[in-house]
């Protein structure tokens, strides 16, 4: 079921979808909590809607939630961002949280997004490229990305990268104790990361038989240790 309200970042910046087929009392309440969930990140952030509400009210309404929290309002935006790979189809019957196709070369061609700051639990980055977190993703937290997920800090949420089943995306943090990891098709939840006290980077990749392997970045060590 699609959500009331979902919020993609770009590098254009945040677009906001509506699903209008909600009652606007609950796409109002959902937009709220959202913002209210991630205080003080999205502030300084530019946004637009996408499929906003017909009725000026309405708008002008979830404008103000938006505003409330310090995102600065940029109606073009949603146009930049119509001619790029972006997590959303043309079609709105798409689940909101589903990203769209993009070349299975991601890896190697796709734009990066730089978080400039911890993710908090309840947080969540879906974007269609690479994502840079100058920071920590804490436990509850989630990074969903076509490409790699560099982490320069501890890595205790969930991460998903090559999305679009790019075999060839990487996970690399300075710590590497995900609740979830996943890359391409695979996936891997493992107690062991709780334990993992490792004090160096880490990457994640797929083995030629699709597993999980994790090893220490930028080290001769011969083995990597599967998940």
Known sequence: MNEAVSIKGTRHGLLILVDQERD??????????????????????????????????????????????????????????????????SNHNQPANQLSPAPQNCAANCDTLLVKRSLRSGQQ?????????????????????YGNVLVMGCLRGVVHAGANGNANARVVAHRLAPAQLRIGTSIACSPAYEQNQANYPEIAYLSEDGQIIVESYNSSRPAGRPT
Do not use: W
């Open 24 to 89: 606007f009392e609950e796409i109002k309440q959902n937009l709220y909590k959202k913002m209210e969930a991630a205080r003080g990140f999205f502030k300084g952030a530019r946004f637009a809607f996408y499929h906003e509400p017909v009725e000026n009210e309405q708008r002008r309404a979830l404008e103000e939630i938006c505003l409330q929290y310090g995102l600065i309002h940029q109606p073009e935006i949603k146009t930049k961002i119509q001619n790029t790979a972006v997590s959303l189809s």
């Open 125 to 145: 980055i879906e974007y269609p490229g690479h994502v840079v977190v100058l920071g920590d993703v804490h436990a509850g937290a989630q990074v969903v990305a």
